[in-house]
């Protein structure tokens, strides 16, 4: 009995409860919104392709002196996975820019003139000693209905340093680094010529 007691108290006795966090992605890139929309027609956004740890909702980190290996922190998530979360802000951006008559997520009862597909390649946080970093990197093509070849297809690339050591601040520097990749996203879509 004796034995029993000791057991069950080193069982529940002072280990911290660590709590989950959630993280949202919410991104506010303030884009000029096109005086006329550079596609004309229905523009859907297939939601991202993605492989390994930033296919899942964990936050992803890498080291800057092992950038080959890849971590997920325990308890931080997004509230979906990565690819998701950036499939529906892209709409949300697409839509204030007005680069299309109408933007909207991939739905089997819409036609679309226009696809936008996309492969998330980095989604992560570079932990360093003295410069740690967020880095989003994501390969988009915008397709035609009925032409084989893309319209545009192009590899987005930011980095933006990380002010603080907590990952909510990774967070906020991940979601600064998506603003960069969607407002050079929405330029290059504007910059189309008759398409």
């Known amino acids: 009995m004796i034995f029993g007691l000791l057991a069950l108290s080193s069982c529940g006795g002072a280990g911290t409860v660590v709590d989950d966090h959630y993280y949202r992605l919410i991104t506010e890139p303030n884009i000029p919104v096109a005086k006329s929309p550079s596609l004309d027609g229905l523009l859907v956004v297939q939601q991202f392709t993605a492989d390994g ?48 008559q109408a933007s909207h997520q991939q739905d089997p009862a819409l036609r ?19 410069e740690p970093s967020a880095v989003v990197v994501m390969e988009v093509s915008l397709l035609k209905r009925g032409q084989s070849r893309p ?11 990380i002010e603080g050591g907590s990952v909510s601040s990774g967070v906020v520097a991940l979601t600064r680094a998506l603003v960069q990749v969607q407002r050079a996203l929405i330029k290059d879509i504007k910059g189309l010529s008759g398409p």
């Open 112 to 130: 679309e003139d226009y696809t936008l597909v996309g492969h998330l390649q980095r989604f992560e946080i570079v932990r360093s000693p003295t």
């Open 53 to 100: 740890p930033h296919s899942g909702r964990a936050i992803v980190y890498s080291r800057v002196d092992e950038p080959m290996e890849l971590h997920s922190y325990r308890y931080h998530f997004w509230t979906e996975p990565p690819a998701r979360l950036i499939q529906q802000q892209l709409v949300r951006s697409l839509r204030q820019a007005k680069v299309a």
């Open 151 to 161: 319209l545009m297809a192009q590899t987005y690339t930011a980095e933006v340093e």
